[in-house]
């Protein structure tokens, strides 16, 4: 996956505490749930360290959260087993 990443310049707090509960697999309907991970350094001495891509490292990747398998046009319609094999 390609894309075109630029920072807005604008500073978004996240409270942990208020973001969903992780979704849990379905066995009847069997769907991936597709994410996007983007990896950044961190530095333990920033106290807020501001994610653009000076210290991205990779990204960004989809895959499944389910079964860990990679995003492909073959697998969108493949069934998810729910758990990596």
């Given at each position: 996956m390609t894309g075109?990443?630029?920072s807005t310049?604008?500073?978004?707090?996240i409270d942990?505490?208020?973001?969903p509960d992780t979704?849990?697999?379905?066995?009847?309907?069997q769907e991936h749930c597709w994410i996007i991970i983007v990896?950044?350094?961190y530095n333990p001495?920033?106290?807020e360290p501001i994610l653009?891509?000076?210290?991205?490292?990779?990204?960004?990747?989809?895959?499944?959260?389910?079964c860990e398998k990679p995003y492909s046009h073959l697998l969108?319609?493949?069934?998810c087993p729910g758990e990596p094999k």
């Open positions: 075109h990443w630029e310049g604008i500073r978004q707090r942990a505490d208020k973001l979704p849990e697999y379905n066995p009847i309907s990896t950044y350094r001495d920033v106290a653009d891509r000076d210290i991205m490292l990779f990204g960004p990747r989809v895959g499944c959260l389910f969108r319609h493949r069934r």
